[in-house]
């Protein structure tokens, strides 16, 4: 081989190696893009600003509120549709990144296969921010306390059994997958469902996830749990710009016959879930599971794609309602991502 | 030329192009590895978890307090030190991404230039959540709402001239660089201070900012308003591991001459003051800038290296309060690297 020419080379796949290797989670990453933006903002007069610690009361004025914080990033190579991520109650986008014991999140994971990935924080809590004034106003006021919002954080004591880390705290199932040496990074991400601050609530993230998708086009939505019911009004609101549904342990009892004929006729859907979900009984149990099962029966009836993965049936054990963070995250994500290569035109 | 040398030079050229160039922000981005993190979370039994609106009232458990979620950018070719950038009052580590008018941010365009960047949100604020207990307690016994803890979030028509878009609102100064056409994307990211509901407010900043220099290794800080004082109080807890303190408009009141003589001797800082400060009432006027001008005294006195960087006296010119999202942020953040590569070994 001609030296130059060889040297060339070597040069050549030094670079490229360079491109694809590396680094301590799942190697080198190469974005075209990556920022933030907001999405469903609205201008909203509040009587009760509060005081600043540092220069005193604020008068009355416009604050915004109801926005939607977005993060996105773009791979340098595209092969996968665009997929927007949507956590569930007490949760953050966080949820989807960085894994609480430190290993790669499904954000970054599916970036890395070649899909453009949008992270929300639900209108109201997080990046989003909330409205301060209807506690504001009753502290200045000194106006009934009953008519404050609640801010509800589950204790772990309680999010135990209903993330399905085991039967009761702080006993763990057999071959849980959930990274429990890591526990206190994973409670470190929980919030107070702060979107009870706003008129409608969860309503503002649906609002909000239907503007997202008129910026920047058709996109798969994954939601989680309490954002499952959410997923279902976004294809109510915008079926021609919802490319496919994933929902993660998502609730999906509103969903009648008649959506299924309707916007779900082409809109393809997958509930998946971990195991131990058979007989539990709190949030994420029989009875959501259930429902899931029929909403799924009611698409395929109707002649739409749905599909009900119950992972311990495909032979992958010990997954928890945080599957997404499970040890074995990424291998239910390449199950994900074969449903939507097979299911998304 | 050979002809298979010419064809592996022009196929390395191709690669080493993809690597640097295109994306509609700045361009390609290739990462040795991003994620996110918390530290300082600390486990808290609340009394008033509050009720899911979904589940139900929840009884008194442990829930994690006082943490920072910390994000990260790692390059995969690093040409300088690792940055930590810590957002004001109001904000949250948004303040470092996207501008308001989409352009690239700080985050970004640091670690285009080879900085590993850690963007934080404080503690009490956005993903790092806050204690809903002081609120829900109220709600629950039907407490004293006086026992409230205050939410702030300043209405436009005073921030305005805080930030210092104009001297009264709605009117800007002439010349002025803050992207007012998206002042929409701009005030939906202001949050409440809820950090509030924490015993020591901002001072669980401060703490968590030391855990994650512990954590990383020595860094240069980044603080801007609100947080110039944490970043001072950091300084001082660990002078081994702050390689420089970048002060955007931060407080530096609480720096005395016994400060300059001790933990300020061996870190380099710099205050960085935009335009119309002079004259300027709000608390981004006279008062604070002339605290930093004598913070600079008293560290250059004491033989440190300390800079007082008045941008319209380095003739830029119009740069708001916000200097990291104004038209000219690039630079800006130009002349803050530069003062790094000068003054950090």
Redesign the interface.
């Known amino acids: 081989m001609?030296t130059?020419?060889a040297f060339?080379?070597v040069?050549?796949l030094f670079?490229?190696a360079?491109?694809a290797t590396?680094?301590?989670?799942g190697g080198?990453?190469?974005?075209?893009?990556?920022?933030?933006?907001?999405v469903n903002?609205q201008?909203y007069r509040?009587e009760h600003?509060?005081?600043?610690?540092?220069?005193g009361a604020?008068?009355?004025?416009?604050?915004?509120i109801k926005?939607m914080?977005v993060?996105y990033r773009?791979p340098?190579e595209k092969s996968g549709p665009a997929i927007v991520m949507v956590h569930g109650?007490q949760h953050?986008?966080?949820t989807y990144?960085?894994t609480p014991d430190?290993r790669?999140?499904w954000a970054?994971w599916f970036v890395r296969r070649g899909h453009p990935v949008y992270v929300v924080?639900q209108a109201g809590r997080?990046?989003?921010?909330?409205n301060?004034t209807p506690?504001?106003a009753?502290?200045d006021?000194?106006?009934d306390?009953?008519a404050?919002?609640?801010?509800?954080?589950?204790?772990?004591?309680?999010a135990w059994a209903?993330f399905r880390f085991g039967p009761e705290y702080p006993k763990p199932y057999p071959g849980l997958q959930f990274p429990l040496e890591a526990l206190?990074?994973y409670?470190?991400?929980?919030?107070?469902?702060?979107e009870?601050t706003l008129e409608g609530?969860g309503v503002n993230t649906v609002n909000a996830l239907a503007a997202l998708l008129d910026k920047i086009g058709p996109a798969v939505i994954f939601v989680h749990s309490?954002s499952g019911v959410y997923g279902l009004d976004v294809v109510r609101k915008r079926p021609n710009l919802v490319r496919a549904l994933v929902s993660v342990e998502g609730g999906c009892e509103t969903l009648t016959s008649k959506d299924a004929a309707g916007p779900f006729s082409k809109v393809p859907f997958v509930s998946v879930w971990g195991d131990n979900s058979v007989g539990a009984w709190g949030?994420n149990g029989d009875k959501r599971r259930n429902g899931c099962v029929q909403a799924v029966n009611y698409i395929q009836s109707a002649g739409g794609k749905a599909t009900f993965l119950l992972l311990p049936e495909a032979g992958v054990k010990g997954n928890s309602h945080m599957m997404m963070m499970d040890k074995n995250n990424l291998e239910v994500a390449g199950l994900i991502r074969r449903w939507i290569s097979e299911n998304v035109r």
Chains 1, 2 share one sequence.
């Open positions: 001609h130059r020419n060339g080379l040069v050549l670079v490229l360079a491109c590396g680094g301590p989670s080198r990453l190469v974005l075209e893009d990556e920022g933030s933006f907001f903002g201008s509040s600003p509060g005081a600043s610690l540092n220069t604020a008068p009355p004025g416009n604050i915004t926005q914080y993060q773009v340098a109650s953050t986008g966080k990144e960085t430190g790669e999140g970054t924080d997080g990046r989003s921010g909330f301060p506690v504001n009753v502290r006021r000194g106006g306390p009953k404050l919002p609640i801010f509800f954080l589950g204790p772990i004591e309680r209903n206190d990074q409670l470190a991400q929980l919030v107070p469902n702060s009870t609530g309490q949030v």
